[in-house]
């Protein structure tokens, strides 16, 4: 979370794409 509060408008969008893939993948594979 340390580079999230270094640039917060391009890590907080980033964070969101990279939660929003994360949970696709899990509920594909569960």
């Known amino acids: 979370m340390g580079t ?3 640039v ?3 890590s907080g969008g980033t964070i969101a ?3 929003g893939i994360y949970r696709k ?4 594979i569960s």
Do not use: F
């Open 17 to 19: 794409l990279i939660l």
């Open 4 to 6: 999230a509060d270094a």
């Open 25 to 28: 993948l899990i509920s594909s």
């Open 8 to 10: 917060p408008g391009v």
